[in-house]
């Protein structure tokens, strides 16, 4: 079975600094993962995405993620944070089992930018 | 290339009545996921299709809860009577069969009073 922890529900940056939201995984097989990005009364957005192919992932906007599969972490960062950037973000995992191949989402993190 | 479309964008209704989402996934995508999220959550997958056919329905209250999809390309989802616990938004995303990046609606907003 696969899951996904985000280790914090709301993280708080001023603009200008450098941005960590953190992912750790649960997954049978060898996961793709996924970083989406929620803006209000907006859809999802893809951010970046992990399919067992460099471990450094870079992605829209800015941000990048790194997989480690040791810590079974998929860690989200940006140097620089920016007022758009406030939004809820959500890690994705997605097992490569039996063709199943359905998104489970974590619980998501609110990033706030303070200017 | 057009996105995955989704109506209403929002829907009001009292307990125990029924009411149908429409999903319209991107062209040639042979999957097609029903997602609810809740106030404060992720979502959670409801059920996905593969062409015309169920992969995975674990989580759909079957109850009240009811999904097809048509030739393979446009979905609805049913919940027949609704409950307040109902109130969420429903997204229907869609993705090629090979790949597993999934493209999202906007939703529709659901509140069941």
């Known amino acids: 079975a696969q899951s996904v922890t985000q280790l914090d529900s709301h993280v708080s940056v001023s603009e200008g600094t450098p941005v960590l939201l953190r992912c750790n995984y649960s997954?049978?097989?060898?996961?793709?993962l996924f970083w989406y990005v929620q803006h209000p009364n907006k859809g999802l957005q893809l951010l970046l995405k992990?399919?067992?192919?460099?471990?450094l992932v870079k992605g829209i906007n800015g941000f990048e993620a790194e997989f480690k599969k040791s810590e079974t972490s998929f860690h989200l960062t940006k140097p620089s944070a920016h007022m758009s950037d406030a939004a809820e973000y959500f890690c994705?995992?997605?097992?490569?089992?039996?063709?199943?191949?359905?998104?489970?989402f974590g619980s998501g993190t609110r990033l706030q930018v303070q200017p | 290339e057009a996105g995955v479309a989704q109506s209403p964008r929002y829907k009001i209704i009292e307990k125990r009545q029924s009411v149908a989402f429409w999903c319209n996934p991107i062209?040639?995508?042979?999957?097609l996921y029903w997602y609810q999220q809740i106030l404060g959550q992720g979502p959670k997958l409801l059920i996905q299709?593969?062409?015309?056919?169920?992969?995975?329905d674990s989580q759909l209250p079957k109850d009240r809860f009811s999904a097809e999809r048509l030739k393979g390309v446009d979905s609805t989802l049913k919940i027949q009577p609704a409950k307040l616990e109902d109130s969420a938004v429903y997204l229907c995303?869609?993705?090629?069969?090979?790949?597993?990046?999934?493209?999202f609606g906007q939703g529709t907003r659901l509140t069941v009073v």
């Open positions: 997954s049978s097989y060898s996961p793709s």
């Open positions: 994705v995992v997605s097992d490569s089992d039996t063709g199943r191949r359905a998104l489970t």
């Open positions: 995303a869609s993705s090629l069969v090979t790949l597993t990046e999934a493209f």
């Open positions: 062209s040639g995508h042979a999957t």
């Open positions: 992990y399919t067992s192919a460099a471990t």
């Open positions: 299709f593969q062409n015309n056919g169920v992969v995975d």
